[in-house]
């Protein structure tokens, strides 16, 4: 759901193979930033490098709360 998601609006990354999922923001934008703004959102997400952005969810961690966090996400990186 994320991945997919946010390879849709230019932040590429592997397709998962577990719980983990590894971001390439577009140039220009701040992984620190964005995950600043998305917190502010109530999408917890983790700087790993100036551009990447390390997503990781859990067992208590549904389908629709997935699909938020990939609106919130997608949205933030669609205005930079």
Same mark, same amino acid.
């Given at each position: 759901i994320l991945a997919g998601a946010l390879a849709a609006? /230019?932040?590429?990354?592997?397709?998962?193979e577990s719980n983990? &999922?590894? +971001?390439?923001?577009?140039?220009?934008?701040?992984a620190e930033a964005?995950?600043?703004?998305?917190?502010?959102? /109530?999408?917890?997400?983790?700087?790993?490098g100036p551009s990447? &952005?390390? +997503?990781?969810?859990?067992l208590d961690v549904s389908a629709d709360d997935a699909r938020r966090a990939a609106e919130v996400l997608c949205a933030l990186v669609a205005v930079g």
């Open positions: 609006v /230019g932040a590429t990354g592997l397709e998962p983990i &999922v590894m +971001l390439d923001l577009p140039d220009g934008l701040s964005l995950c600043a703004r998305a917190r502010e959102r /109530g999408v917890l997400a983790s700087a790993f990447r &952005v390390r +997503l990781v969810t859990h």
